[in-house]
Nanobody, 114 residues
Framework: QVQLVESGGGLVQPGGSLRLTCAAS????????MGWYRQAPGKQRELVAT??????NYADSVKGRFTISRDNAKNTLYLQMNSLKPEDTAVYYC?????????WGQGTQVTVSS
């Protein structure tokens, strides 16, 4: 089992920044890939960014604005979000994959509005 707890969401004005944090615990040695997904009201959950073996992957909509990073010593995943837009408003979920298992955090709300 892997437990994932997100934090760092909130209300921010367009053009602002937020940093999301995902703390992992449990059988973390089984984790291969970690990532961030988001789900806006009325829409399907979509990939934001993933990291695996030092490689990163981003959705086109966030390239150049968001940065995913992982601190293995702290068992923590981050998502630095800059130049936020209203269309970035969503619940952001942390995700881990490994040994055939997928785990999700409870989500953290990000709202971009003036």
């Amino acid at each position: 089992q892997v437990q994932l707890v997100e934090s760092g969401g909130g209300l921010v004005q367009p053009g602002g920044s937020l940093r999301l944090t995902c703390a992992a615990s449990g059988n973390i040695f089984a984790i291969n890939t970690m990532g961030w997904y988001r789900q806006a009201p009325g829409k399907q959950r979509e990939l934001v960014a993933t990291t695996s073996g030092g490689r990163t992957n981003y959705a086109d909509s966030v390239k150049g604005r968001f940065t995913i990073s992982r601190d293995n010593a702290k068992n923590t995943l981050y998502l630095q979000m800059n130049s936020l837009k209203p269309e970035d408003t969503a619940v952001y979920y942390c995700n881990s994959r490994g040994l055939g298992r997928i785990y999700w955090g409870q989500g953290t709300q990000v709202t971009v509005s003036s």
